[in-house]
């Protein structure tokens, strides 16, 4: 079964990456004759072998092009009248309710496909708020007025694409509800699934009675796969450590679940036999009770096929119940192929089977076996999850084998049992369990600070591109060969370890290969701010880093979300991570504002910073009074700059500070940082929110003409005035706003100003970010939005 699975997977990775094209057809074609080539050998078993593989590709590949073809939307977008059902979790965040609604009826009328849409209401006032909590249930029946509008796609690169996530859940619209006026509902009937996320529900808030804030949300994700719960800088925190599937349900948490249940059924006296039957039934409802994960999926059906192998006393081939998990995963839904849960679990699975064995045969010599066998489970688990790990999230500690090596028979050994055990016993009164509680807070607190404290100090951290085909193939051939050498298929002397070595160098090294002699400039999407990203070949400068978190005006506390919209957050170290951007050797903060350094103290602790350049300014608000204490603790050098100082990087690339002056008085606006870019002959302006003062001032004492021009303070009507155009004559004008902001940025005459001026304008809020790239032999610009306005 696991060769017929790699079939299998073939057809489905042709069939996703070839869509609707010539290659595609020439790739099942090609793969099709090579596989057929079996077809032709003597030996009647691979005869066969080919024959089933060939005719599971065929398929594979054809049923994914179907599920593929009937994956659209009949439904339309604007103001609709909907009836449906909630179908999912329903997520509480501040002021705002998400759920999925099947959607029954559009405007009174049936429609011709039941579909899913992924809802966002919107709460007016703390009884809207109180009432949500009574209304929405897994089942709810809704009824009411939905504005239903497409996904919003990425804006920046490395962005999360959720568009892509939702289609692949065959989900193609949005829909949001302003207040539950207009709403009426119905109660939920009564349904398994509906029981299950009520009581998924119902024990995390026993949790939340049990624990303290430090450990709540990590054991309502370890327990019950309520991530949800999980805080999104503790969540960072694990991701960076390398944990992140201690804290959701996997097969680490399914195995410990059936020999936890196993061994207490035979306490209780039940044989064998009933023992295994009770955990084959007990266990779907606990998977489906946390979420129903892919990976916990993949546990799931590999547990009861080896729960069935036990009761019928035979012996269950790891491979081939992997196969059959495969295999019966993707005939439900093929596109769980590109889930990265789904990935990461069989990859891991994978490596376990094929690396874990020989190692432990290697590695006879360490005593006892417990130890052994942990040793070869988290080499072999490092190995296989490494290339995904850094292809998608970039980020990989050399730590993480050693932490894993000692986290995660702790919690498995030590915490999840009295966890377990609190969980049990809270779920008839949180009195009961609050014995077990607060001695997991008391062991538990400590080890997280301690891990906490190791993730800040980002110590022996890589950050990687997302990795080429090529690299990948290379890295599978290397862990292919360590392979053969484990088995003995290959001799283990010096050309082999030389070979295995110069695998590993070039894997090391390819990343870094690609240094093209070029500057790329990221004007990100930070809403309502600035945020500037300078790649050149020999530093990284970071010109400002976007606004603070959004929190409500009124101060209600109710309306405060879990997660607001930080661009440092959200934008800036995606994006740097994406681009294999580790450290920063300028932060440039232009000026105090908080939407142009409200993400430096979040920089500042999440990435390591060579130095601060400023206008020089005494710290006023509070902001900048924290960003300097940082930069104090953290050691950074700090420069006060000025206009007329110059720094050249190497020949072809030169900085030049044309503000502040030595003029006072000047408002904060135009005391901003202005740098100017002159590389390879082409002259980029960067002006932070300078104002007609400040360019007035700039024109006396002699500017030129641009190349491209970072418009100031977001192309405000103070701003980028008429004298300054006619001098500068900008060809590319840049302008840094939010979409639908308060202040109305970019102002008309603004605008009309730059057209007279025939300056092309690209904004971020239309086009999402702007990336330049110059080299010695042209100019070029690309947006992540492709509309007519950002061509």
């Keep these: 079964m696991f060769v017929y699975s790699l079939y299998g997977l073939g057809g489905l990775i042709c069939a996703a990456v070839y869509t609707n094209s010539v290659k595609s057809a020439l790739l099942v074609l090609a793969v099709g004759f090579a596989v057929s080539a079996g077809l032709f050998v003597r030996h009647a078993e691979l005869r066969r072998c080919a024959i089933i593989g060939v005719c599971l590709f065929m398929a594979a590949f054809s049923y994914y092009r179907l599920i593929d073809s009937r994956n659209v939307s009949m439904l339309s977008v604007g103001a609709v009248t909907c009836e449906g059902e909630i179908v999912s979790k329903v997520v509480y965040d501040g002021d705002r309710v998400r759920f999925a609604l099947r959607v029954h009826k559009v405007n009174a009328q049936p429609v011709t496909a039941e579909e899913t849409v992924q809802v966002t209401v919107r709460l007016k006032n703390i009884e809207e708020w109180k009432r949500a909590r009574d209304v929405f249930r897994y089942g709810t029946q809704l009824a009411g007025?939905?504005?239903?509008?497409?996904?919003?796609?990425?804006?920046?690169?490395?962005?999360?694409?959720?568009?892509?996530?939702?289609?692949?859940?065959?989900?193609?619209r949005v829909g949001s509800i302003e207040g539950l006026n207009a709403i009426s509902y119905q109660a939920p009937t009564s349904s398994v699934r509906g029981s299950l996320v009520a009581a998924q529900e119902w024990l995390a808030e026993r949790l939340k009675e049990m624990y303290g804030p430090d450990t709540e949300g990590l054991l309502s994700g370890f327990l019950l796969g309520s991530v949800t719960e999980i805080d999104s800088e503790t969540y960072a925190k694990f991701s960076g450590l390398g944990l992140t599937h201690v804290i959701a349900i996997s097969g680490q948490h399914i195995g410990m679940f059936v020999a936890a249940l196993v061994f207490l059924c035979r306490l209780a006296g039940l044989s064998r036999e009933h023992s295994f039957r009770l955990t084959?039934?007990?266990l779907p409802l606990y998977v489906f009770l946390t979420g129903a994960s892919p990976s916990a999926m993949r546990a799931l059906i590999m547990g009861e096929l080896v729960l069935l192998a036990l009761l019928v006393r035979r012996r269950a081939d790891g491979w081939n119940v992997l196969g059959v998990a495969f295999l019966g995963m993707?005939?439900?839904?093929?596109?769980?192929i590109h889930q990265v849960s789904f990935q990461l679990s069989f990859l891991v699975t994978f490596g376990l089977l094929l690396l874990v064995p020989p190692l432990q045969v290697r590695l006879q010599w360490m005593k006892p076996a417990f130890l052994r066998g942990l040793v070869a489970v988290t080499v072999a688990a490092t190995l296989t999850s490494f290339p995904l790990t850094v292809y998608y999230f970039h980020v990989f500690s050399f730590l993480s084998p050693l932490i894993n090596f000692l986290f995660v028979p702790f919690i498995s050994v030590c915490i999840a049992p009295l966890a377990a055990l609190s969980l049990v016993f809270g779920a008839i009164h949180p009195g009961f369990g609050f014995l077990a509680a607060n001695i997991v807070d008391s062991v538990l607190t400590p080890v997280l600070h301690f891990l906490y404290t190791i993730e800040s100090q980002r110590l022996m951290r890589i950050v990687w591109k997302s990795p080429s085909i090529i690299w990948?193939?290379?890295?599978?051939?290397?862990?292919?060969?360590?392979?053969?050498?484990?088995?003995?298929?290959?001799?283990?002397?010096?050309?082999?370890?030389?070979?295995?070595?110069?695998?590993?160098?070039i894997c090391a090294s390819l990343p870094y290969v690609d240094r093209r002699a070029e500057v790329r400039i990221t004007f990100l999407d930070v809403g309502q701010g600035d945020a500037i990203v300078i790649q050149t070949q020999d530093r990284v400068v970071l010109i400002d880093t976007g606004g603070i978190p959004a929190v409500p005006f009124d101060g209600q506390t109710w309306r405060i979300r879990r997660k607001p919209f930080w661009p440092a957050q959200d934008v800036i170290l995606p994006y740097l991570y994406a681009?294999?951007?580790?450290?920063?050797?300028?932060?440039?903060?232009?000026?105090?504002?908080?939407?142009?350094?409200?993400?430096?103290?979040?920089?500042?602790?999440?990435?390591?910073?060579?130095?601060?350049i400023s206008n020089g300014d005494l710290p006023r608000s509070h902001l900048e009074q924290e960003v300097a204490a940082l930069m104090q603790a953290k050691h950074i050098s700090h420069a006060a700059v000025s206009g007329g100082q110059v720094w050249e990087e190497r020949e072809g690339v030169r900085w030049r500070v044309l503000n502040p002056t030595g003029i006072t008085g000047s408002g904060n606006n135009d005391r901003s940082v202005v740098l100017l870019l002159e590389v390879y002959g082409r002259r980029i302006l960067f002006t932070g929110d300078l104002e007609r003062e400040g360019e007035l001032r700039l024109l006396a004492d002699g500017m030129e003409k641009v190349d491209i021009?970072?418009?100031?303070?977001?192309?405000?009507?103070?701003?980028?005035?008429?004298?300054?155009?006619?001098?500068?004559?900008?060809?590319?004008?840049?302008?840094?706003?939010?979409?639908?902001?308060?202040?109305?940025?970019?102002?008309?005459?603004t605008m009309e100003r730059l057209n007279q001026a025939d300056s092309r304008i690209v904004r971020t809020d239309e086009c999402g970010a702007v990336t330049v790239i110059v080299n010695n032999k042209q100019l070029g610009y690309t947006t992540v939005k492709n509309g007519m306005t950002c061509r």
């Design 472 to 505: 990948l193939t290379l890295y599978g051939l290397l862990v292919a060969f360590i392979a053969l050498l484990l088995y003995g298929k290959i001799a283990l002397n010096r050309k082999s370890w030389l070979l295995c070595i110069v695998l590993a160098l």
């Design 280 to 282: 084959m039934v007990m």
């Design 579 to 612: 681009q294999g951007i580790g450290k920063i050797d300028q932060l440039v903060m232009t000026h105090g504002d908080s939407d142009h350094i409200g993400g430096v103290p979040y920089v500042l602790t999440h990435v390591p910073v060579r130095q601060v």
């Design 330 to 336: 993707t005939a439900v839904d093929p596109y769980v």
């Design 145 to 172: 007025p939905l504005e239903l509008s497409v996904p919003p796609e990425p804006t920046n690169p490395g962005a999360f694409d959720y568009v892509r996530f939702l289609y692949f859940q065959h989900v193609h």
């Design 709 to 749: 021009l970072k418009v100031g303070h977001h192309g405000s009507k103070g701003s980028t005035s008429e004298e300054w155009l006619t001098q500068i004559k900008p060809d590319l004008a840049i302008i840094s706003a939010g979409r639908n902001n308060r202040y109305g940025h970019p102002h008309r005459d």
